[in-house]
């Protein structure tokens, strides 16, 4: 079975700071990953997600995150937050080859400072 | 954005009473899920489909049927709703997986906030 784990579930940075989220996860098979955000009263939206190949991914809005087996990670980071970038974000992992059903984590709350 | 819609976007039942949430899409996606968002929990996989009338249970089906009889339309019921199913449920839809063989991301609707008193 395949699970999820954000550690801190509120994280605050200053404005211009570095954004680390972290994600680790569990998979019986080589896993497909995914990063979404969720703003205030909206749907999710998808940031990135890995797959196959390259494993230090670009996604939306200056995110990245790079896929490290050895570690079973998959953390997201931004250089310089930005006051927009205050919303909630989930990890999620699908398994290769299953029948599409995504496992999130609870979620990560960011907060921006000025 | 993909063309994702959910009613009602908000409602306020009474314990015991039948619930219906609808979930429409213009993508003509083959795949179609609900889930239901509670803080502390993330997104939660109540009941997937994969095709017209082909469906199956996710991780907290209990309490809830569903039923796609067109590649638009997947409803969610809740035959006799409880407080504890008070939440915030979202419809996502996935596509065919590509020639490639790479995995189609999930697009997620607006969500229907419900409230059982």
């Known amino acids: 079975a395949q699970s999820v784990t954000q550690l801190g579930s509120h994280v605050s940075v200053s404005e211009g700071a570095l954004v680390l989220l972290r994600c680790n996860y569990s998979?019986?098979?080589?896993?497909?990953l995914f990063w979404y955000v969720q703003y205030p009263n909206q749907g999710l939206q998808l940031l990135l997600k890995y797959t196959t190949g390259a494993t230090l991914v670009k996604g939306i809005n200056g995110f990245e995150a790079e896929f490290k087996k050895s570690e079973t990670s998959f953390h997201l980071t931004k250089p310089s937050a930005h006051m927009s970038d205050a919303a909630e974000y989930f990890c999620?992992?699908?398994?290769?080859?299953?029948?599409?059903?995504?496992?999130f984590g609870s979620g990560t709350q960011l907060t921006v400072l000025p | 954005d993909a063309g994702i819609t959910q009613s009602p976007r908000h409602k306020v039942t009474e314990t015991g009473t039948p619930v219906t949430l609808r979930c429409h899409q213009t993508e003509n996606h083959r795949y179609m899920y609900w889930y239901r968002q509670d803080p502390g929990h993330g997104l939660r996989l109540i009941h997937y489909?994969?095709?017209?009338?082909?469906?199956d249970k996710g991780e907290v089906s209990d309490g809830y049927s569903v039923s796609r009889s067109k590649t638009e339309d997947f409803l969610l019921t809740l035959e006799s709703a409880t407080s504890s199913q008070t939440s915030v449920y979202f419809c996502?839809?996935?596509?065919?997986?590509?020639?490639?063989?790479?995995?189609?991301?999930?697009?997620f609707g607006p969500g229907t906030r419900l409230t059982v008193l």
């Open positions: 489909s994969y095709g017209v009338k082909d469906t």
């Open positions: 999620a992992v699908s398994e290769s080859g299953s029948a599409r059903q995504l496992t």
């Open positions: 998979s019986s098979v080589p896993p497909y």
């Open positions: 996502a839809i996935s596509g065919e997986v590509s020639g490639s063989g790479v995995y189609n991301e999930q697009f």
